[in-house]
């Protein structure tokens, strides 16, 4: 069978050692649209985003990514990225090395697709660990294996008006600068391979919705301070074109901070069951 979840679940996907540098972490945030010198200019005090903690370890990666799971024989065209998580646990340098070792933990059911969940964790050459990452893959035509069909989970949306409410112009080049942080998926990029895939343009990489939203929260709430980030997740509900607007909906509760995004006039749902977690 093309999922064999008998194989797959609790199966080591591989250890991969990486590094780097304040460039990375440059490019990155301009792939996100930041501006403000924090996150642009080495000589201003450069912080990092939680969310560069993701694509870190495959920065320098100029293939699409690979597909290659224990006891999963599945193919790009066939995936969307679901959700996303990260915990810092330790210190994000501006540069620096590290190995980030990951692990298949659930894969569920969902009848006419299935779902893959990754959890890695990334530590420093002197072994301290440095952050955490949960992500999950959606994969069209390969469900119906009788597996468990997961315990879905949702963020509650506070009953009142939003703290704040951002927007934030996608640029009709975001995705092809985005693309240069490590993640070559045609889907992003080539007209014909999304057609085919079934959309009718190349979408935005989700993770760059994610880091997107997460920076304009941290401006916003945390007065800039990335630092102030224990953790992010998010589950990516819709997909989002270069030229798009985003609406980011924000409700501060303390510790947390909920957080919804829509992309569009027709206010379509694109990051959904967002929560932020202060340090």
Not at 85 to 100: D, F, K, N, P, R
Not at 120 to 139: K, N, Q
Not at 204 to 219: A, K, M, P, S, W
Not at 226 to 242: E, I, L, Q
């Amino acid at each position: 069978m093309p999922i064999d979840p008998s194989v797959a679940i609790g199966a080591e996907v591989g250890t991969r050692e990486f590094s780097w540098t304040e460039s990375d972490v440059l490019l990155y945030h301009l792939g996100i649209g930041a501006t403000d010198l924090s996150y642009t200019l080495e000589t201003a005090g450069l912080q990092v985003l939680p969310s560069f903690a993701v694509v870190a370890p495959t920065f320098h990666e100029t293939d699409p990514p690979s597909l290659e799971l224990p006891g999963c024989d599945i193919n790009l065209a066939q995936v969307v990225h679901g959700s996303q998580a990260v915990e810092i646990t330790g210190s994000l340098a501006t540069s620096g090395s590290a190995s980030l070792t990951t692990r298949i933990t659930d894969v569920w059911d969902k009848g006419k697709a299935a779902v893959i969940w990754q959890e890695g964790v990334a530590t420093a050459p002197t072994g301290e660990e440095l952050w955490r990452v949960r992500s999950s893959i959606f994969v069209r035509g390969e469900g119906g294996f009788g597996g468990d069909r997961g315990a879905g989970t949702s963020v509650e949306i506070p009953d009142r008006p939003a703290d704040a409410t951002l927007a934030y112009d996608v640029t009709p080049q975001q995705a092809l600068l985005y693309r240069l942080c490590g993640d070559r998926n045609p889907l992003h990029a080539d007209p014909e391979f999304a057609q085919a895939a079934g959309f009718p343009a190349p979408i935005l990489h989700g993770l760059c919705t994610y880091g997107i939203v997460l920076r304009e929260v941290v401006d916003r709430f945390l007065d800039g301070d990335a630092s102030a980030v224990r953790s992010f997740d998010a589950r990516f509900a819709g997909v989002v074109f270069p030229g798009e607007t985003l609406t980011i909906d924000a409700w501060d509760a303390g510790s947390d901070i909920v957080v919804s995004a829509t992309v569009g006039d027709d206010r379509r749902a694109a990051l959904s069951d967002c929560v932020l977690i202060r340090r």
